[in-house]
């Protein structure tokens, strides 16, 4: 006979909630932000920023998992993390150093042309980042679902299942840009989510 156990959630609830908070923000303002990569100094600030934003957010995934006793919950966001997250730092930095100049959004042209037509550093790094982003999203964006799934299952809570499949459904509507607006109700959901979380749950005991 399998006897039950409390866990107590509440240090996850809020990790979690704070965590999608803080990330949500700054994903909202990093594209705003105009740091000059070449100096150090605001490449580190940018990093911390951007660790620190993730971190609870991680780490409430990790222990949850834990609790739940479900390894796949944080496999399979750790693999959302290093497909989705990772490379966007290095598109910030691509985008901050390469397309933001003073001539404009695209910078100076460069007298390169396909069928005829003249392309910039920026609109080149722009297809890069399209061509290269995008599939990687969709995929991130799964995992994070099938992570989300097991959590709804385990806690008996269906907004997390709301929230992934918001989530990838946001990553394919990306190339009609309607998939960024999407992201936000994603994160949004994930906020209430997480906060919905109860303060303890019932565990079967192995």
């Given at each position: ?120 550093w920026g609109l080149w790094v722009f297809l890069l980042f399209f061509l290269l982003m ?42 009609i840009l309607v998939g960024f607006l999407l992201e936000t109700v994603a994160y949004v ?7 919905s979380l109860p303060d303890e749950i019932s565990i079967e005991n192995k």
């Amino acid at each position: 006979m399998l006897s039950k156990k409390t866990a107590n959630l509440k240090e996850i609830k809020y990790l979690g909630g704070i965590g999608a908070i803080l990330f949500l923000f700054f994903s909202s303002i990093s594209g705003y932000l105009t740091f000059d990569f070449k100096s150090f100094k605001n490449f580190l600030i940018f990093s911390l920023f951007y660790i620190f934003s993730f971190t609870p957010l991680l780490l409430s995934i990790f222990k949850l998992a834990s609790i739940l006793k479900n390894k796949k919950i944080f496999n399979y966001f750790l693999i959302y993390f290093f497909i989705i997250v990772l490379p966007f730092i290095f598109v910030e930095i691509l985008r901050s150093t390469l397309w933001v100049s003073e001539k404009g959004y695209f910078g100076e042209s460069v007298r390169d042309s396909i069928l005829g037509f003249t392309f910039s550093w920026g609109l080149w790094v722009f297809l890069l980042f399209f061509l290269l982003m995008y599939p990687l999203s969709i995929l991130g964006k799964y995992f994070l679902k099938k992570s989300f799934e097991i959590i709804a299952e385990k806690t008996k809570l269906d907004l997390f299942k709301t929230a992934g499949n918001f989530h990838f459904i946001s990553a394919i509507l990306y190339i009609i840009l309607v998939g960024f607006l999407l992201e936000t109700v994603a994160y949004v959901l994930t906020i209430i989510a997480f906060f919905s979380l109860p303060d303890e749950i019932s565990i079967e005991n192995k």
